[in-house]
């Protein structure tokens, strides 16, 4: 059993950045890949970015590629998601999300097991 509670959110103005973290709280972090989905009004949720039970491997959903870096810190038991040059249409609730497995990122919903409540970013224009 793996508690996720995420936060870092707020109000910015595009061209801001911001730092999303996800503690985790549970046996074996370590062993469990890890991703970030957001969910804007009106939207369905969706993948942003995920990272390994080892972090050698990251994914990034394309709009995010190259604004966004997912990372983890295993002895804080620790997921971030790094958020630059954020846009109006990066306004979401951002969720963390946990899966037991290793190697590779999964960028699917349904693959995840544990979630957190997530943690609202809005951004101006």
């Known amino acids: 059993q793996v508690q996720l509670v995420e936060s870092g959110g707020g109000l910015v103005q595009a061209g801001a950045s911001l730092r999303l973290s996800c503690a985790a709280s549970?046996?074996?972090?370590?062993?469990?890949?890890m991703g970030w989905f957001r969910q804007a009004p009106g939207k369905e949720r969706e993948f942003v970015a995920g990272?390994?039970?080892?972090?050698?491997?990251?994914d990034y959903a394309a709009p995010v590629k190259g604004r966004f870096t997912i990372s983890r810190d295993s002895t804080k038991k620790t997921v971030y998601l790094q958020m630059n040059t954020l846009k109006p249409e990066d306004t979401a609730v951002y969720y963390c999300a946990a899966r037991p497995a290793s190697g590779l990122v999964a960028t699917a919903q349904l693959a995840y097991n544990y979630w957190g409540q997530g943690t609202q970013v809005t951004v101006s224009s």
């Open positions: 990272i390994s039970s080892t972090g050698g491997r990251t």
């Open positions: 549970g046996r074996s972090f370590s062993s469990y890949a």
